[in-house]
């Protein structure tokens, strides 16, 4: 009978907030605190508070970067009031945005997932093949499933989503009922 392996011993609080930075400078998605537990071997219960002490010392020391939750997960980004700065250097004068379809659609799919493509056609009054294998492309929207009734696919939101949109979740997406019109019932019932 062998023994179990001995659990690693605490990291001291600055060697595991130094691990804990080194890792979120390489990181191209959130990961998660159960992810970095593992990954440093430490209890699960160290890396959240550690992680809120680190977000709140950047925030406190006015660096232009933040660490936030994010997709259910932790991630370095920079902070909005200098999102115009890193804009400029990214882009560097080019432009690579969504058309006015393609965010649509995606409001479409992020407001009604899972939802199908015949749906999406529906709600926005125009055949949106083209603009789904696009935002699919692009890592947006994946396919999820199938509906039972029909065999049509399934579209949902992905974490890249999440991730590009600052959201840890989509209920954060915010109510769609202020942005309707009023007589909302009255159009629906002038294009049937």
């Known amino acids: 009978m062998t023994a ?4 690693a011993p605490d990291l001291p ?7 804990l930075e080194a890792i979120l400078l390489v990181v191209d998605e959130p990961v998660s605190e159960l992810v970095l537990a593992q990954v440093l ?6 890396i959240g508070p550690m992680l809120d002490e680190i ?5 406190a020391a006015g ?16 902070r909005p009031e200098y999102a115009t700065y890193v804009e400029r250097f990214v882009l560097d004068g080019q432009s690579v945005r969504l058309t006015q379809a393609a965010l649509e659609t995606l409001a479409v799919v992020a407001y009604k997932q899972p939802v199908t493509r015949s749906r999406i056609s529906a709600i926005r009054g125009v055949n949106c093949d083209g603009v789904i294998r696009t935002l699919v492309t692009r890592g947006l929207v994946e396919e999820c499933g199938a509906e039972p009734d029909s065999g049509a696919f399934l579209y949902r939101t992905t974490t890249l989503f999440l ?3 600052g959201l840890n979740t989509v209920d954060e997406l915010p109510p769609l009922a202020p942005f309707l019109p009023d ?3 009255e159009l629906a019932d002038a294009t049937r």
């Open 4 to 7: 179990a392996p001995e659990p």
């Open 13 to 19: 609080d600055a060697e595991l907030r130094g691990a």
């Open 41 to 46: 071997e430490q209890p699960a219960e160290r």
């Open 55 to 59: 977000a709140a010392g950047y925030t």
């Open 63 to 78: 660096h232009g970067f933040e660490l936030r939750r994010a997709a259910g997960g932790w991630r370095l980004y920079t």
């Open 163 to 165: 991730e590009k949109l």
């Open 183 to 185: 007589d909302v019932e």
